[in-house]
């Protein structure tokens, strides 16, 4: 059975950082997508950062590059979101899922999401 939990969210000043982890079971890391995902109120959920199955390469939204670094520890079913440089428009729900199938970072293709967890920048 395929799951997934987030930890690590919270309040943060804007310019600091936060490291978001997610722990997974019930698949192998290196033989799917996976990647993070977020939602602010009113808006769509976006891919902010995913790691191919195919290739292992990494894709990140033009919003997060050079501040957000993604990686994956396939010994402990793990992968996280290194974010640095936080501003108030990174405040979202952030998301951690799997694409068992396809090899994307579009929300709509992914199978598996974990529950979420509340990223506010504020000062």
């Known amino acids: 059975q395929v799951r997934l939990v987030e930890s690590g969210g919270g309040l943060v000043q804007p310019g600091g950082s936060l490291r978001l982890s997610c722990a997974a079971s019930?698949?192998?890391?290196?033989?799917?997508?996976i990647g993070w995902f977020r939602q602010a109120p009113g808006k769509e959920r976006e891919g902010v950062s995913c790691i191919s199955r195919s290739t292992g390469n990494t894709y990140y939204a033009d919003s997060v590059k050079g501040r957000f670094t993604i990686f994956r520890d396939v010994f402990a079913s793990t992968f996280s979101l290194e974010m640095e440089s936080l501003k108030s428009d990174d405040t979202a729900v952030y998301y951690c899922a799997t694409d068992l199938y396809g090899d994307t970072c579009t929300p709509g293709d992914y199978d598996y999401w974990g529950q979420g967890t509340q990223v506010t920048v504020s000062s």
């Open positions: 019930g698949f192998a890391l290196d033989a799917h997508a």
